[in-house]
């Protein structure tokens, strides 16, 4: 009896072994469990840089501006049925993190501004307060996120892991999921022109063998809508990091995509103590508030004066704001004019 169990628990030790040294030469797919939650997407970002992030791009600055929209209804059904909420937080958390691009509010947290800016302008404000138009940074890009599902014969882990990781995890991956394969894409497109410009896809089958411990467990500190806590999420959000990093490679090596902005910190900054006021843009007509209004041969107060505007004067946008000053074009007079002594006509 003794002897049979002395031999029983060798083959045990060589079967776990085994299964130890596979897990390794795989990409480590069970190393160390921290939690129950967590996806690959984890950690915080904010203006002095990102902590715990792991797998995604990294930029030096940010390359552009860009807005992550809400994919399209159908897309929401489907992540629906896997008790899968919006993926956009979870893709503008990557975002910021990589330090690729700005991200730019445009989902409901710019309906809030909005909100504040009509209370700014009805004069429930403060009068110090600092809110209204010229203030906000333009999103170069759109972002739109897609998931289509698999789900034929999708009975748990061993239809649909083995379908979807194949015989690369020889059966380790623990826990279930409810799809087959699952297929991410995210398309980018130029706010200006609506061109699309990049276009990344990927599924399961590209991104799972790059999650190492945070596949089915591991890691804390996952995003909600269900990326962090379930295997379905884990998936989605490997599959939506892997398209990112993607995106982010097509952008670093096109300079033709990429624009003049600032860090995150400059620009988080500079929406705060540029004063608000009126916006202008190439070729609108715009006129004086008042009259006696002068016309500087240089954008600044102590430039030489080239002439002054009566009431009725109509003049047009002819260059970027500088210094508080505006470059106009006349019937009889070129210049430079306070951006705050205009109107629009």
């Given amino acids: 009896m003794v002897r049979t169990s002395l031999r029983g628990a060798v083959i045990c030790a060589a079967s776990v072994a085994l299964v130890a040294s596979t897990a390794a030469a795989q990409g480590g797919i069970t190393s160390t469990k921290q939690g129950k939650g967590g996806s690959v997407v984890k950690g915080a970002a904010g203006t002095d840089g990102s902590v715990g992030d792991s797998g995604l791009e990294h930029c030096d600055r940010p390359m552009a501006?860009?807005?992550?929209?809400?994919?399209?209804?159908?897309?929401?059904?489907?992540?629906?049925?896997?008790?899968?909420?919006?993926?956009?937080?979870?893709?503008?958390?990557m975002i910021q993190q990589s330090n690729c691009f700005i991200v730019v509010e445009r989902g409901q947290g710019l309906r809030n501004m909005q909100q504040e800016r009509a209370l700014a302008e009805s004069g429930q404000m403060r009068s110090n307060s600092n809110i209204g138009g010229g203030q906000m940074v333009a999103a170069d890009f759109i972002l739109t996120p897609a998931v289509v599902f698999s789900e034929g014969n999708a009975g748990g882990v061993g239809g649909a892991v083995g379908g979807i990781l194949g015989r690369r995890t020889g059966g380790l991956v623990g826990g279930g999921l409810k799809f087959k394969e699952a297929q991410t894409s995210m398309l980018v497109s130029d706010s200006?022109?609506?061109?699309?410009?990049?276009?990344?896809?990927?599924?399961?089958?590209?991104?799972?063998?790059?999650?190492?411990?945070?596949?089915?467990?591991?890691?804390?500190?996952?995003?909600?809508?269900?990326?962090?806590?379930t295997n379905e999420g884990k998936i989605i959000a490997a599959s939506f990091m892997d398209n990112y990093n993607k995106i982010v490679q097509v952008v670093r090596d096109d300079p033709s995509l990429q624009r003049s902005v600032g860090t995150l910190k400059e620009e988080a900054a500079g929406g705060g103590t540029r004063k608000a006021g009126a916006v202008f843009n190439e070729g609108d007509v715009i006129g004086p508030k008042i009259a006696g209004i002068k016309v500087m041969a240089e954008p600044s107060d102590s430039a030489k004066v080239v002439g002054t505007l009566g009431r009725g004067d109509e003049l047009v946008v002819d260059g970027a704001e500088k210094n508080g000053f505006i470059k106009v074009e006349g019937s009889s007079v070129s210049g430079w004019v306070k951006v705050s002594m205009m109107s629009k006509r």
Avoid: C, H
């Fill in 65 to 93: 501006a860009m807005a992550v929209v809400e994919p399209q209804s159908e897309y929401m059904m489907a992540l629906g049925r896997y008790n899968l909420q919006s993926p956009v937080s979870l893709i503008r958390m």
């Fill in 192 to 229: 200006r022109s609506g061109v699309q410009v990049a276009a990344a896809e990927g599924s399961t089958r590209k991104a799972d063998m790059r999650l190492g411990a945070g596949l089915f467990g591991g890691g804390a500190g996952a995003m909600g809508g269900g990326y962090g806590n």
